[in-house]
């Protein structure tokens, strides 16, 4: 046995090679904490794949790309090149050849298999089916020496393909590099896992939402839109909802309110109390103000300490010539917006009162405005107006400045194009309600004085 060599250019060596691990080590974490980053930097996953990609290019290989199993359909998520001009965004990527009975190394990975190491590429044209051809033409055009192709597995399941290569012969991928790849595709599948989980998740919240707000009524002289759009921050179900129906002397009853809270208890007593205000309005004609003190009564017994913000209204006229009113009272809810056919925009700042389940002994004022014809009134929760990060007086005068501009455009689109205008962060639920009055005396008269 040959003795081992002692003395200081010994020590240097054993020292040097002690560095040379120690640095690929930091090296390891530090592109596995990048990747963790990228992956945790939003709830898109095409958009967290795409920049993850970006942290393994070229720190890991020359390129990558990333494969999804989606319904069935195998789609090719992002092709990621050192070189932009060698893959920019949708050159490669797209729906690939059915997976099922392929001999390329990316359908062995949908089935578990590897992570594997690629060193003697044939050239595309050998390829024995679509997909295979498909995979080596990859190869072949982004003039790939070395890559390690890996499953996607995470909960025992295989979600998609992950593929590294290197163009470089001097740079190859080698069996080290198997772990390090397994490693990073594990992570990659549970990020691709939470992100579903978490879709299918706001999915249901969204339409468990959408089923406790009514349909519009059609049979009246206005016209009627209403939006509601959850938050995207979380899967939420909120406390935010909207109201419209005929009361029986055919006034249009109009309503907005916002419950305290984003749960499954805010929703369940948002239904409630949307029907109770339903039921109080409908057997009692009373003023605005008065329906408000006797859901606040209501709302003090059955729901004590629950507090909610809430907008009822009255629209109605006398006669055929004369003109819209809207009689209504606020308890602590932002403002009704009205807007002229001019462009002109004022809110509605009378009427106001104390939000529901501070004190149900307080005096409920309300206020009536005329409303112009071919005008439009808007009821909203907080949500269309409100940012973390600024006044809330600057979300006020963000929705005066788009409203006017719309003024003139259909209901529907008014509506539609406020929400794209002003979700923004969309950290909470938006509910909004909107009423458009006719051109002047049109339409049967709605209301007895």
């Known amino acids: 046995m040959t003795p081992r060599s002692t003395g200081p250019a010994a020590e240097s060596a054993d020292a040097y090679e002690v560095d040379v691990q120690v640095q690929q080590a930091l090296d390891r974490l530090t592109l596995l904490t990048n990747a963790a980053e990228a992956l945790a930097s939003t709830l898109d996953m ?12 070229p720190s890991l290989a020359d390129w990558c790309a990333v494969d999804l199993l989606e319904e069935g359909l195998l789609r090719r998520v992002v092709v990621e090149h050192r070189d932009v001009d060698a893959a ?33 590429l044939p050239a595309g044209q050998q390829g024995a089916d679509p997909l295979h051809g498909c995979e080596l033409a990859l190869f072949e055009r982004l003039a790939t020496d070395t890559a390690v192709v890996a499953p996607l597995r995470a909960r025992r399941q295989v979600f998609g393909v992950l593929t590294l290569a290197r163009t470089r012969p001097e740079a190859a991928l080698t069996e080290e590099s198997l772990a390090l790849v397994e490693d990073l595709a594990h992570r990659v599948a549970l990020a691709i896992d939470n992100a579903r989980l978490h879709a299918q998740v706001q999915h249901t919240a969204e339409r468990l939402q959408r089923s406790l707000l009514p349909d519009l009524p059609t049979d009246v002289p206005l016209e009627l839109a209403a939006r509601y759009q959850s938050a995207t921050a979380t899967a939420r179900i909120g406390g935010d909802w909207y109201d419209a ?7 249009l009853a109009l309503i907005i309110g916002d419950i305290a809270g984003h749960d499954l208890r805010a929703a369940i007593m948002m239904s409630q109390t949307r029907n109770m205000l339903r039921g109080i309005a409908c057997d009692r004609k009373e003023p605005p103000g008065k329906i408000l003190a006797r859901l606040d ?31 209504y009272a606020v308890a602590g809810h932002p403002a009704p917006l009205l807007v002229t ?3 002109e925009t004022r809110f509605l700042t009378a009427g106001r009162g104390l939000l529901l389940g501070m004190d149900p002994e307080t005096h409920r004022p309300a206020a009536v ?16 107006v409100e ?3 600024e006044d809330l007086d600057r979300g006020l005068a963000r929705l005066r400045q788009h409203a006017a501009a719309l003024a003139r455009e259909p209901l529907e689109t008014f509506c539609d194009e406020l929400l794209s205008g002003l979700a923004g962060e969309r950290n909470d639920d938006i509910a909004m309600i909107a009423v458009r009055t006719g051109p002047p005396h049109t339409g049967p008269a709605v209301a007895v004085p």
């Open 341 to 343: 056919h001019g462009g």
């Open 245 to 251: 129906f005929v009361l029986p002397d055919g006034a």
């Open 88 to 120: 920019y965004p949708g050159l490669y990527e797209g729906i690939l050849p059915a997976p099922e009975g392929s001999r390329a190394h990316g359908a062995r990975a949908l089935q578990g298999v590897g992570p594997v190491l690629l060193t003697d």
């Open 297 to 327: 009564a209501a709302h003090h017994i059955l729901s004590p300490h629950q507090t909610l913000t809430c907008v009822y209204g009255l629209v109605e006229r006398t006669a055929a010539d004369r003109p819209w009113q809207f009689h």
């Open 387 to 389: 940012r973390r990060s």
């Open 46 to 57: 095409d958009t967290g794949i795409r920049r993850l990609c970006r942290t393994l290019v």
């Open 369 to 384: 405005e005329r409303l112009p014809d071919e005008s439009t009134l808007l009821l909203y929760t907080d949500g269309l």
